[in-house]
């Protein structure tokens, strides 16, 4: 039976006053990989971050890993982030501490008090992204694909229900946007459920897979042709 862990229902997305998105109706299921793309400035961020809670939803209805989006209190919204892994174009990685301490700072504070549990669990993430021996180092000393690696190992910590990456190839040259649109891939047919902003269209063709685009204020489901 298929489960639903996101819903958008007549969703109007603003930046302050102005409308960015109107009438959005999505659907998204437990396993599915969903491509999110348009022109920069079409609304994909803002779309995102209404998904996290960072925008508000004033108009329309939405539900997200069964969290209402409507009158979503500020108290509410850690609890919100924990079930959503989230991975950005920046990576968003402290530089002060090393990955290792990067991936316990998350832990801790969502909670996880066991030094035994937390080093396990670090362990897990890392080898997931194969980055197991480089929990040493500092985010500096990697390269930007293995930063980005990082982020998605983190993103992984507390088994989210719904992966939301936004352009996390972005900053990446394109072999190693593929090394990671791969990592993503494979995290997917592990049973994860991703929705991706991008755009880059290299990856789209090669990786086809549902695709959603925001365009002139509205969001509609692009059917792919084969080339
Ligand atoms: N913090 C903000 N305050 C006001 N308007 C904003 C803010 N952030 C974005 N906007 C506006 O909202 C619209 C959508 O921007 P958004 O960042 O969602 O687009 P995007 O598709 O993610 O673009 P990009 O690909 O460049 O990241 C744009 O017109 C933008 O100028």
């Known amino acids: 039976m298929s ?5 958008l229902k007549d969703a109007t997305i603003y930046q302050g006053e102005s409308m960015v998105l109107a009438n959005v ?3 998204m299921q437990k396993g599915d990989f ?53 991975v950005f174009q920046d990576f968003k990685l402290l530089p002060d501490r090393t990955i290792k301490q990067n991936l316990a700072f998350v832990l801790k504070a969502t909670g996880w008090t066991d030094k035994g549990k937390i080093a396990l669990r670090i362990d897990e993430v890392l080898d997931k992204v194969a980055m197991k021996t480089k929990g040493f180092k500092f985010p500096h000393e990697l390269s930007g694909g293995e930063q980005q690696r990082v982020a998605i190992a983190r993103a992984l910590l507390n088994d989210p229900e719904l992966i939301l990456a936004d352009e996390p190839t972005g900053n990446l040259d394109p072999q190693t946007s593929i090394e990671v649109m791969e990592l993503l891939l494979d995290i997917n047919k592990n049973g994860n459920t991703i929705l991706m902003a991008t755009h880059d269209y290299a990856l789209l063709l090669k990786y086809p897979s549902k695709t959603l685009k925001c365009d002139e204020n509205k969001v509609f489901e692009v059917v792919q042709r084969k080339s």
């Not at 489960?3 to 819903?7: A, R």
């Not at 539900?63 to 989230?86: A, C, H, W």
């Open 3 to 7: 489960e639903t862990v996101l819903q």
């Open 25 to 27: 109706n999505f659907e």
């Open 34 to 86: 969903v491509y999110l793309i348009g022109k920069t400035g079409s609304g994909k961020s803002s779309f995102m971050k209404t998904l996290y809670g960072d925008l508000e939803l004033t108009k329309g209805k939405g539900s997200i890993v069964n969290f209402n989006l409507n009158g979503l209190k500020e108290k509410d919204i850690p609890f919100l982030r924990r079930k959503l892994g989230i």
